[in-house]
T-cell receptor, first 111, second 117 residues
Framework: GEDVEQSLFLSVREGDSSVINCTYTDSSSTYLYWYKQEPGAGLQLLTY?????DMKQDQRLTVLLNKKDKHLSLRIADTQTGDSAIYFCADLTGTASKLTFGTGTRLQVTL | GAVVSQHPSRVICKSGTSVKIECRSL??????MFWYRQFPKQSLMLMAT?????????EQGVEKDKFLINHASLTLSTLTVTSAHPEDSSFYICSASSWTGSTYGYTFGSGTRLTVV
């Protein structure tokens, strides 16, 4: 089945940029999503990108997609303490319209 | 925007009892609802997919007799954990999807923390 991998942990200083990476294996992915999860809460959709796009920017968020390498990244500019959370990439594939989630990256923002 | 209400947010139950978790799409009709389970510091594991009016499709390894899913309407799905045991303690999250015209939108509930004692 599909594998979606992320690094487990990222620590950045407030004001710096954060880059969270994600790799996936299914070449038939149609949409890729980024979600944010704060402790004890559900998932909040941050942004998504269609598989025929290379980049999407939405305010402080920039998504880059390298379809050839099956690599997705989320850049958060001017990272704030409120950005501390777990970030999941997710991949929509196939006809079942199911999301496959990555392993999650815990972002820690330090002062 | 789309909102999914999930409750209860926390529940503690005795071993052997059953617990029902509700998931409602408040301002849209969900074509499909999904139920996930999340262990501490881990990703979401899809348990089952349910479409309104039909039987849920369970993922491999998920006991359908233990985790009963009912999707009676386009706005409500329920997950019942039957004869709960301590190993069923977990964080359960529902998600509702609808077609936005360009992609599937997935809206998540706020999750239910189940503790079985």
């Amino acid at each position: 089945g599909e594998d979606v991998e992320q690094s487990l942990f990222l620590s950045v200083r407030e004001g710096d940029s954060s880059v969270i990476n994600c790799t996936y294996t299914d070449s038939s992915s149609t949409y890729l999503y980024w979600y944010k999860q704060e402790p004890g809460a559900g998932l909040q959709l941050l942004t998504y990108i269609f598989s025929n796009m290379d980049m999407k920017q939405d305010q402080r968020l920039t998504v880059l997609l390298n379809k050839k390498d099956k690599h997705l990244s989320l850049r958060i500019a001017d990272t704030q303490t409120g950005d501390s959370a777990i970030y999941f990439c997710a991949d929509l594939t196939g006809t079942a319209s199911k999301l496959t989630f990555g392993t999650g990256t815990r972002l820690q923002v330090t002062l | 925007g789309a909102v999914v209400s999930q409750h209860p947010s926390r529940v503690i139950c005795k071993s052997g009892t059953s617990v029902k978790i509700e998931c409602r799409s408040l301002d849209f009709q969900a074509t499909t609802m999904f139920w996930y389970r999340q262990f501490p510091k881990q990703s979401l594991m899809l348990m089952a997919t349910s479409n309104e009016g039909s039987k849920a499709t369970y993922e491999q390894g998920v006991e359908k007799d233990k985790f009963l899913i009912n999707h009676a309407s386009l706005t409500l799905s329920t997950l019942t954990v039957t004869s709960a045991h301590p190993e069923d303690s977990s964080f359960y999250i529902c998600s509702a999807s609808s077609w936005t015209g360009s992609t599937y939108g997935y809206t998540f509930g706020s999750g239910t923390r189940l503790t079985v004692v």
